[in-house]
């Protein structure tokens, strides 16, 4: 099973990032994906998730400026990250929960929101 997170970098406030996430040797139809951070001396934290069904939820510290969403013709999870603030600043994770209750977790891609 691999979780390949990418996207990350750095970014000024206000600005945009889109992070992406491809899945392979799952059953990716039929899995939720979820995006998880963490930031230096935080605990991991879920950010946003998308059902296989795409019912999507999110933190509310994130609501209406992050959408999660998922292509499974392309094994893909993504997510748009508008109007970024400082304490966006994070490793960010990309995870999936198989139909089966298995959890499997992505690298990481850190995401700084910096002037």
């Known amino acids: 099973v691999q979780l390949q997170a990418s996207g990350g970098g750095l970014v000024q406030p206000g600005g945009s990032l889109t992070l992406s996430c491809a899945a392979s040797?799952?059953?990716?139809?039929?899995?939720?994906m979820n995006w998880y951070r963490q930031a230096p001396g935080k605990q991991r934290e879920l950010v946003a998730g998308?059902?296989?069904?795409?019912?999507?939820n999110y933190a509310d510290s994130v609501k209406g400026r992050f959408t999660i969403s998922r292509d499974n013709a392309k094994n893909t999870v993504a997510l748009q990250m508008n109007s970024l603030k400082p304490e966006d600043t994070a490793v960010y994770y990309c995870?999936?929960?198989?139909?089966?209750?298995?959890?499997?977790w992505g690298q990481g891609t850190l995401v700084t929101v910096s002037s």
């Open positions: 998308i059902t296989r069904s795409s019912s999507t």
């Open positions: 040797g799952i059953r990716f139809w039929l899995s939720a």
């Open positions: 995870n999936a929960q198989t139909y089966s209750g298995v959890s499997y």
